[in-house]
């Protein structure tokens, strides 16, 4: 079913919420697909499909076999998968990403963008982070990274051609980055970042008659930023162009939402928007970006709501389900005990590297979770992640549960109760702080269990921005999900239910 947008109609931006950022778009006819960073999770690089721009579907993860993707337990929370490039060239899909800890930048193919896509081809002469690939009218590769530097590669063997060059490096912000060139009319484009992903975060477009230079920048540089403004979207910009099927041009870039008082604290990681460009003298102009957004002038696909509950009848999980590095079937399965999510423990708490975790990103504000644990004879909970030294979780075994919290260096204790043995209901809401203290926090997170009565024990209600990336640093956002601490334990489904619209 197809919905014409009417006259004065709005969609909503992130058009991808929650942790999904440094996003690639590329169009084949009428069907657009996305790709974004992964970082420590497995499996890594979920790919997104789309018939409108606006909404999205995840129709896997590119890289879901071990053959593709290896992170050991010393690869740290924020290295793993970094920028992946998406294209579409000669009847295939390519992707192109960094693998901090796992070797390197690597090259992949897939007919079907939903997968399988190949083994790796590993580009050892390729430097540094942010691949992008563009094809010359004569089929030379043009492999362009951060820096901003450039090198043409034979992308069978994966060998650099020539030593890499630099090109263009913006307007003098930090961190160039996020390179992508474009054949666009008469000129080749190169659009980067720079100003480090942070609030000082934008983008910066330059041109040339050929893919190599010499470019000259785009008068208008930053062409996006939204850096010392106090517009809900903050952090704007690694972006990629997209011409949609109309003949118009869009952007796709990250952004963060912070909330709270000053400095400000995003929660959900840097998000998926997208912003209109219009093409004046030849350069880029672009925006609005905000919030709500005009709709496009043509039909809109809007994606069915995914079910509130996974109540895991399926052998496969759903891509939306991602781990920790790694997830091999001994520790992780749905057929040891049908219709359940068997989780068998190697990492004790979600302080450590190895936890055997299930979990799925926060894309909401406010939101809940729920799950129904058998801890068996072990020990397991739900949890609220950034990273190994920034989490609150609730547990159960031995008769309890039990609140922990690790900020930092800090772990302690924070609120335990006996239950009945057997099954237990955990959960954990997300939602806005108390007036008082408003200015200063951006969310609580509320953690608790249910009576056999249903009704919900809030044991503890805690402050949102210690799960916060200014807090916690890194690239990721929270991600909530199910782990083993001890033995083995099994959920028999989980709910995640939005109680914000964004
Ligand atoms: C990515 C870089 C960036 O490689 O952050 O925001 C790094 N941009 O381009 C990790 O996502």
Redesign the pocket.
Known sequence: MSDQPQPGATITNPVIPGFH??PSVCRVGDDYYLAC?SFEYFPGIPVFHSRDLVNWTQIGNALDRPSQLHLDPDVPSSAGI??PTLRHHDGRFWLIV?IIGGGGNMLFTATDPAGPWSDPVPLPGVPG??PDLAWDEDGTLWCTV?GIAQVRLDPNTGETLGEPERTWSGVGGKAP??PHLYRIGEYWYLLI?EGG?ERG?GVSIARGRTPTGPFEPCPDNPVLTHRSTDHPIQNT??ADLVQAADGSWWMVL?GVRPGGGTPGWHVMG?ETFLAPVEWVDDWPVVGPLSLELPAPAWPLHPVPAEPVRDDFEQAELHPRWISLRERPERLVTTKERSGWLTLHAAGASPDEPDLVFVGRRQQHVECSARTLIDPAGGRGGLVVRLDERHHYEIEAGDGRVTVFARIGPLRTEVASAPVPAGPVVLGVETGPHPPEDARTAPDLVVLGFEQPDGTFTALASLDGRYLSTEVAGG?TGRVIGMYAAAGTVHFDWFDYAPQSTS
């Open positions: 950022p440094d960073s970094y920028a960094t982070i942010d951060a980055e996020a970042a992903t975060h910009g690694h990250l840097r690239f």
